[in-house]
C-alpha cells in the first residue's frame, strides 16, 4: 500500500487521472479479499492487484469508463462456471469492487498520500478510510481519532452508522521484526520479509555483522550488547521477534529477555533438543514461566524440508506471514 500511495502522487501530480479499485467485501472463492486494491490510469494497471483473472480485467475495463465519465462508483461481480475454471477454482464466488476517481492534481489525495507516507516512516498504526457514500472519499485515520477508535481493527470493516458508509482497512501496522543475529539466514530472510511488508531491525555484536550495507532492506541496524537488549530496543507485543545469534548461550541470554516483553511471535533457530535444553536453564536460572516459554516457536519456520538459509529464510517468512494473516481475522 506504501508504494501504491507513492505511486498515486507521482502519477497525480503529473496531471494524470486515475482510478483507485478495491475490493471491498468478498464471498467464495474469488481471487482476492476485502482490502485487495489496483491503481489504474488510461493505459490500464499500474500497480497492485486484485487478484488476477476474470475479475480484475473487467475492472480494468470499468475503470476506463469511469476515468471516461469521471465519476466513482460500485459493482458487483458473481463468477459464472466460465469465470472458475479460467481461475483454477472449483467453486464460485461473488465480490462488490469500488472505484474510486480521482482527477488530475487532487490536492485532497496529494495531502494524503504524503500524509500516509510521513506514518510510514513514523511507523504508526494508520487506517485508509474510504467514505464510499460521498463518491470514497479517502482519509486517514489513527487510534487519537476518539470516534473511530472502536473501528480500527487488524481485519477491514464496514461501518455503517448516522449516514456514514465507511470502509476501513488498516494500511500501516506499528509493529517491527528484531532479528537477532546477522548472520547468513538473517541476511536471506530480512529482504524477504521486507518485501511483504513487515518492518526489520536487526541487532549484532558483532561489527562485521552489523552493517547497514549487508541488510539495505532493514530500517534499522543495531550493533550491541545481546545481554542488554532494553538499552537499544523496545520491544511490545505488536512484535516479531526472530533469534538466530551464533550460539546457544547468546539465543538463550536474547529469549530471557524477549520472552518477557511477549512479543506477538518468537520463532528460534535450532533443533528440538537444542530447544529443550534452552528452555530448562531459561526456567531453572532465569525464572521464566512456562506460559511464557510456550511464546517460543521452535524449530523456527514451517517444515517444508528447507536447508540452505535461502529455504529456511522462505520457510520462517511463511510461517510469519500465516502468524499475520491469523492475527488479522481474529
Wanted: with cysteine; hydrophobic share 40%.
Amino acid at each position: 500500500m506504501r508504494e501504491m500511495l507513492k505511486t498515486m502522487r507521482q502519477r497525480l501530480l503529473a496531471g494524470e487521472e486515475l482510478v483507485m479499485v478495491t475490493v471491498i467485501a468478498s464471498s467464495g472463492a474469488t481471487p482476492r479479499g476485502a482490502g485487495a486494491r489496483m491503481l489504474v490510469g488510461r493505459e490500464g494497471r499500474i500497480c497492485g492487484t486484485i487478484g488476477g483473472g476474470a475479475v480484475e480485467y473487467r475492472s480494468e475495463k470499468i475503470a476506463g469508463e469511469v476515468l471516461r465519465e469521471k465519476s466513482s462508483r460500485d459493482h458487483s461481480f458473481t463468477l459464472t462456471k466460465d469465470d472458475v475454471q479460467n481461475l483454477g477454482m472449483i467453486c464460485g464466488g461473488a465480490c462488490n469492487v469500488f472505484f474510486h476517481y480521482l482527477s488530475a492534481g487532487d490536492t485532497a489525495a496529494i495531502a494524503l498520500a504524503e500524509e500516509a507516507e510521513a506514518g510510514f516512516a513514523q511507523g504508526k498504526d494508520l487506517w485508509l478510510i474510504s467514505d464510499i457514500g460521498n463518491g470514497g472519499r479517502l482519509s486517514l485515520a489513527d487510534k487519537t481519532d476518539a470516534d473511530l477508535a472502536p473501528y480500527l481493527t487488524r481485519h477491514p470493516r464496514w461501518l455503517h452508522t448516522d449516514g456514514l458508509n465507511l470502509y476501513i482497512e488498516q494500511i500501516c501496522d506499528s509493529g517491527r521484526v528484531y532479528v537477532f543475529g546477522g548472520g547468513h539466514v538473517a541476511q536471506e530472510l530480512v529482504p524477504v520479509l521486507a518485501h511483504i511488508g513487515f518492518r526489520c531491525t536487526v541487532m549484532d555484536d558483532r561489527e562485521e555483522f552489523a552493517r547497514p550495507a549487508l541488510f539495505p532492506a532493514a530500517q534499522q541496524v543495531v550493533l550491541g550488547d545481546f545481554r542488554r537488549i532494553s538499552d537499544y530496543l523496545q520491544i511490545g507485543p505488536q512484535d516479531y521477534v526472530c533469534v538466530m545469534t551464533r550460539g546457544h548461550a547468546f539465543d538463550t541470554v536474547v529469549q530471557a529477555q524477549v520472552l518477557r516483553c511477549h512479543p506477538c511471535y518468537c520463532g528460534v533457530i535450532g533443533s528440538r533438543h537444542k530447544a529443550a535444553g534452552v528452555r530448562k536453564v531459561l526456567k531453572e536460572e532465569y525464572g521464566l514461566t512456562d506460559a511464557e516459554l510456550d511464546q517460543v516457536t521452535t524449530p523456527i519456520g514451517l517444515d517444508i524440508q528447507a536447508e540452505t538459509p535461502a529455504e529456511i529464510a522462505i520457510s520462517i517468512a511463511a510461517q510469519m506471514l500465516r502468524h499475520r494473516a491469523n492475527r488479522s481475522r481474529q
